[in-house]
């Protein structure tokens, strides 16, 4: 997942999408403990997405404070 793609995504879609990466990343996490896990590189990229995603979200909430601020000077 690319930073652009989760620029082009609504808020309810990111949630969506952090609900779904962050099941992933739960049954990797799963398989890596009962060493069935066929690609460990899967854990990593899921956790960047999931930064990705949270990063995204938080900047969404902070973008209308920063712009009412701007508008008081």
Request: charged share 35%.
């Amino acid at each position: 997942m690319k930073t652009s793609d989760v620029r082009s995504m609504s808020s309810d879609e990111i949630d969506a999408e952090l609900e779904r990466v962050r099941d992933q990343l739960f049954h990797l996490r799963a398989q890596a403990v009962t060493e069935k896990l066929q690609n460990p590189t899967l854990l990593g990229k899921a956790r960047r997405d999931v930064a990705r995603l949270l990063t995204a979200k938080r900047q969404r909430q902070a973008s209308p404070v920063a712009q009412t601020r701007k508008g008081d000077k």
